[in-house]
């Protein structure tokens, strides 16, 4: 089935103007000329960008279905805005060879309503294996150099040079130091031995900046001496910045990642929040939250993505030292980045056309154009003639997050009862409506 989006205002690569998008055989064409009874959507008054690619999902399939699933979370996802999602290796069995790659993608393609690939996840002793595989299988080899939820912690050096060497293929880090963090949390945990009371602002000075600028130096310089392609999840400090560049997309080894948490919220928050903000690294200080948003505008953090990581209630009710870290977030990630554009502070600003016009360009770079180039994905992520027809039609409203509006399996947010002035009022995926379209698993190509 064909489709025109009729006098929307077409955000892509850079630009901001108001026209017509044409879909022909769930891919986007050039003209009307190409199309056959085509149905028509008028988005008259709205916003239209290609989906979001979401590059750091958790959505708990296989063996950890109690907190999440590919079903719920990839309809979460697609309430959002978001048409893509690649989705981490630490669940039950881990992703961490062939053969439970592929348990998990005819689990996708059984239950996901959103198009999907996968890491595999890097361990001490599955290196042979890992580097064996085609790079283009796929999506990217993820690597904890700080313990969090799955315990998949690599820290043999030997193993770390040689991945680092030999591998082909983009490597996804965590970066926090392991040694720093142990023995933050046992100076806690000593001092509120026999006794509670200890809270979740603890996190970020357990998992702290220099855990994190510590890890993530080690990693950078580890590629900078092998040469290799190193993408540094969720940064969440203003020192990391420093090891960063802003040179152009197309030359950089090292690029960097940044979550909507880490931009929403601050260390202020663990007072109303606790435990439904603890995520690892840590959500840190209000310089840290504002030095982020100015990396993003400067070129030095390339992607944002949410590292959505639903838990239950029951276990984020549990004391902090015992309570998992992980927020689930891919249901609002979208509007949270908008909100920045849309909120009645902004638009009654001074020169609010002009800051329009840059930043919300930009927000569909980091969050649609820049993670399909760095992870090779296949025409997605932009709205070009020939690509796959995924594409969002935001329109400005007043919408509000409720209990009763969230989809995720978990049924909690830390948002509930925030108000955003976006609603995400249309989503084609793969050419169609996304109520009646048919996910694809995600081609990549390096």
Same mark, same amino acid.
């Given at each position: +089935?064909?489709?025109?989006?009729?006098?929307? &205002?077409?955000?892509? @690569?850079?630009?901001?103007?108001?026209?017509?998008?044409?879909?022909?055989?769930?891919?986007?064409?050039?003209? @009307?000329?190409? /199309?056959?009874?085509?149905?028509? =959507?008028?988005?008259?008054?709205?916003?239209? +960008? #290609?989906?979001?690619?979401?590059?750091?999902?958790? =959505?708990?399939? #296989?063996? /950890?279905?109690?907190?999440?699933? =590919?079903?719920t979370e990839s309809r979460a996802a697609l309430a959002g805005g978001v048409t893509s999602v690649i989705d981490m290796p630490n669940t039950l #069995?881990? &992703? &961490?060879?062939?053969?439970?790659? @592929?348990?998990?993608?005819?689990?996708?393609?059984?239950?996901?309503?959103?198009?999907?690939? =996968? +890491?595999?996840?890097?361990?001490?002793?599955?290196?042979?294996? $890992?580097?064996? /595989?085609?790079?283009t299988r796929y999506a990217a080899i993820k690597l904890f150099l700080g313990s969090s939820t799955g315990n998949m912690l690599v820290n043999d050096p030997k193993t770390l040079d040689r991945l680092f060497a030999e591998s082909r293929k983009l490597i996804v880090a965590h970066c926090e130091d392991?040694?720093?963090?142990?023995?933050n949390l046992r100076n806690y945990r000593l001092e509120y031995a026999g006794k509670e009371g200890e809270t979740a602002a603890l996190h970020p000075k357990i998992r702290n900046t220099e855990a994190c600028f510590v890890s993530t130096y080690k990693a950078i310089e580890r590629a900078r001496r092998h040469g290799t392609r190193l993408h540094i999840a969720h940064l969440s400090t203003a020192t990391e910045l420093s090891l960063l560049s802003?040179?152009? /997309?197309?030359?950089? $080894?090292? &690029?960097a990642e940044v979550t909507p948490n880490h931009l929403w919220f601050d260390d202020r928050d663990y007072a109303a929040l606790g435990n439904l903000i603890k995520c690892n690294p840590a959500i840190k200080s209000d310089d840290d939250r504002l030095a982020l948003w100015a990396a993003l505008q400067d070129g030095l953090i390339d992607t944002i993505?949410?590292?959505?990581? #639903?838990h239950t209630l029951e276990e984020k009710q549990r004391r902090y030292f015992d309570a998992p870290g992980g927020i689930p977030s891919i249901q609002h990630s979208l509007q949270m980045m908008l909100e920045s554009l849309f909120s009645p502070a902004a638009k009654n600003q001074d020169g609010y056309d002009d800051y329009l016009r840059e930043w919300f360009p930009l927000i569909v770079e980091k969050m649609c154009h820049n993670p399909a180039v760095i992870f090779g994905i296949k025409e997605r992520g932009f709205l070009r003639p020939g690509y796959h027809a995924d594409v969002v039609v935001v329109e400005p409203a007043e919408t509000t997050v409720t209990p009763e509006s969230l989809l995720y399996k978990c049924g909690w947010s830390p948002l509930t009862g925030s108000t955003f002035h976006t609603r995400i009022r249309k989503v084609f995926l793969n050419g169609m409506p996304a109520e009646q379209s048919t996910p694809e698993p995600l081609v990549f190509t390096k």
């Amino acid at each position: +089935m064909d489709y025109i989006i009729h006098n929307g &205002t077409i955000i892509n @690569e850079g630009t901001l103007r108001v026209g017509d998008l044409f879909i022909h055989n769930g891919r986007l064409a050039e003209n @009307e000329s190409q /199309l056959h009874n085509p149905q028509h =959507f008028d988005a008259s008054g709205c916003y239209v +960008m #290609p989906g979001v690619i979401d590059t750091h999902v958790h =959505f708990r399939d #296989p063996g /950890l279905t109690a907190k999440a699933d =590919f079903d719920t979370e990839s309809r979460a996802a697609l309430a959002g805005g978001v048409t893509s999602v690649i989705d981490m290796p630490n669940t039950l #069995p881990q &992703t &961490t060879t062939l053969e439970t790659l @592929e348990e998990k993608e005819a689990i996708a393609a059984a239950k996901s309503r959103v198009n999907y690939g =996968f +890491m595999l996840g890097a361990t001490n002793d599955n290196l042979d294996a $890992l580097l064996a /595989l085609p790079p283009t299988r796929y999506a990217a080899i993820k690597l904890f150099l700080g313990s969090s939820t799955g315990n998949m912690l690599v820290n043999d050096p030997k193993t770390l040079d040689r991945l680092f060497a030999e591998s082909r293929k983009l490597i996804v880090a965590h970066c926090e130091d392991e040694g720093i963090i142990a023995a933050n949390l046992r100076n806690y945990r000593l001092e509120y031995a026999g006794k509670e009371g200890e809270t979740a602002a603890l996190h970020p000075k357990i998992r702290n900046t220099e855990a994190c600028f510590v890890s993530t130096y080690k990693a950078i310089e580890r590629a900078r001496r092998h040469g290799t392609r190193l993408h540094i999840a969720h940064l969440s400090t203003a020192t990391e910045l420093s090891l960063l560049s802003n040179q152009d /997309l197309s030359q950089k $080894l090292i &690029t960097a990642e940044v979550t909507p948490n880490h931009l929403w919220f601050d260390d202020r928050d663990y007072a109303a929040l606790g435990n439904l903000i603890k995520c690892n690294p840590a959500i840190k200080s209000d310089d840290d939250r504002l030095a982020l948003w100015a990396a993003l505008q400067d070129g030095l953090i390339d992607t944002i993505a949410t590292d959505h990581a #639903p838990h239950t209630l029951e276990e984020k009710q549990r004391r902090y030292f015992d309570a998992p870290g992980g927020i689930p977030s891919i249901q609002h990630s979208l509007q949270m980045m908008l909100e920045s554009l849309f909120s009645p502070a902004a638009k009654n600003q001074d020169g609010y056309d002009d800051y329009l016009r840059e930043w919300f360009p930009l927000i569909v770079e980091k969050m649609c154009h820049n993670p399909a180039v760095i992870f090779g994905i296949k025409e997605r992520g932009f709205l070009r003639p020939g690509y796959h027809a995924d594409v969002v039609v935001v329109e400005p409203a007043e919408t509000t997050v409720t209990p009763e509006s969230l989809l995720y399996k978990c049924g909690w947010s830390p948002l509930t009862g925030s108000t955003f002035h976006t609603r995400i009022r249309k989503v084609f995926l793969n050419g169609m409506p996304a109520e009646q379209s048919t996910p694809e698993p995600l081609v990549f190509t390096k």
